[in-house]
């Protein structure tokens, strides 16, 4: 692998570091007692670095979005990790009947309502519904959706790489939020199939856990869901044009389950 390739990711470190050092700063100040609570000095770190990172991250992933969501995305939809919503830009209003946005960042919240709004979901309206859990949480979902099994659509657009123990979340997610014959759509980085590239997600990964809020590099996602046996059909696919030696390296996935 390219040294270049292997640290290309400094620069993204240096440029969230710029964008959000003072602002995370400030806000010690105003509240010292973040120190204190690591957990929530990371989503304060982790809000001010989506304002720069997060339009550009989603237009880098727009054609597989526009692939992937205006098809196969419909009735109650659930957006696992929904940052400021930009999932809801590549939703079809005819299909979908709810946009569940679930994030437990709340420094995030504003921004996903208003971009919500550009595309007519608002909880005014009943079509939007924004829920301030974590993935794990699967009993605070299943009681704000109404009950087990209420999500037609599981989303997850670059967030199973940051779930505190994804295997055990994801299975649950599916197991009591999915409708039977209900669909999961995701796009994620994972673990490169490449040694040399993979010996650099894992050299990399402490570091950039503890700098965005535990984003992993080296999560073999696609294969967790793969292997999950309550699938009545299923597929992934690659990103096209993605060069092998991406630290990035992303995987698609669309997958339903049993009736």
């Known amino acids: 692998m390219k040294l270049s390739a292997a640290f290309a990711l400094l620069l993204d470190l240096r440029l969230a570091f710029s964008a959000a050092f003072v602002p995370t700063l400030s ?82 919240h504003n921004e996903l309502r208003t971009l919500a709004a550009t595309k007519g979901f608002t909880e005014a309206a009943g079509n939007l519904l924004v829920l301030p859990y974590g993935a794990e949480e699967t009993s605070l979902i299943t009681s704000a959706l109404g009950g087990a099994h209420a999500a037609d659509t599981l989303v997850f657009i670059l967030t199973l790489c940051s779930i505190p123990d994804p295997e055990r979340t994801l299975a649950a997610l599916v197991r009591d939020v ?13 673990l490169s199939p490449r040694a040399d590239v993979a010996w650099w997600q894992r050299f990399w990964t402490p570091v950039w856990r503890r700098t965005f809020d535990g984003c992993c590099l080296d999560r073999p996602t696609h294969v967790w869901v793969e292997r999950m046996g309550v ?3 299923g597929s992934v696919w690659g990103k096209e044009g993605e060069e092998e030696e991406h630290l990035f390296w992303h995987r698609v996935g669309r997958f339903v389950k049993k009736d």
């Open 27 to 108: 806000a010690i100040v105003r509240a010292p007692s973040l120190l204190w609570h690591p957990s929530e000095l990371s989503r304060t770190f982790m809000a001010h670095v989506w304002k720069l990172f997060g339009n550009g991250i989603d237009e880098g992933g727009r054609p597989v979005k526009q692939t992937l969501l205006p098809e196969n995305a419909t009735g109650i939809v659930l957006d696992i990790g929904a940052g400021h919503g930009h999932t809801i830009l590549y939703l079809d209003p005819l299909k979908v009947t709810k946009y569940v946005a679930l994030e437990p960042n709340e420094l995030m």
């Open 178 to 190: 999915l409708r039977p014959g209900g669909t999961l759509l995701f796009y994620e980085h994972v």
């Open 231 to 233: 699938w009545k059909e």
